[in-house]
């Protein structure tokens, strides 16, 4: 059987999806502090649009939420960062699991 081709979206059209993820993000950081819920579902959103025009995550968005359980992450707050063997560590308090990111 031959291997399902993908295409990659339009130019446009994923320029506009960057752009949703970024401000669903921005929104995400805004509602924390009031309903954690809430921002919860918007990185749930747009990790959707992500996937759906496999855009990869910047590091920048990538370290903003929980790979885990995909909770919205608050340093301090819902998660703790820890700074061990050349890598950043990020502890979720929701799921207790771990995430690495070497530091460059
Ligand atoms: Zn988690």
């Keep these: 059987m031959p291997k399902k081709r993908y295409h990659k979206k339009p130019a446009q059209q994923l320029t506009i999806a960057k752009k949703r993820i970024e401000f669903l993000f921005k929104l995400a ?19 959707r649009i992500a996937m759906k025009y496999k855009i990869k ?41 771990y995430m690495r990111h070497p530091v460059k």
């Design 57 to 97: 995550l910047p590091f920048f968005l990538k370290k903003r939420f929980c790979k885990h359980c995909h909770k919205y992450l608050a340093p301090g707050v819902n998660c703790r960062v820890r700074i061990h063997k050349h890598r950043v560590i990020y502890y979720c308090f929701g799921c207790k699991h």
């Design 29 to 47: 950081k805004e509602h924390f502090k009031e309903d954690s819920r809430l921002s919860d579902k918007y990185v749930k959103q747009a990790r």
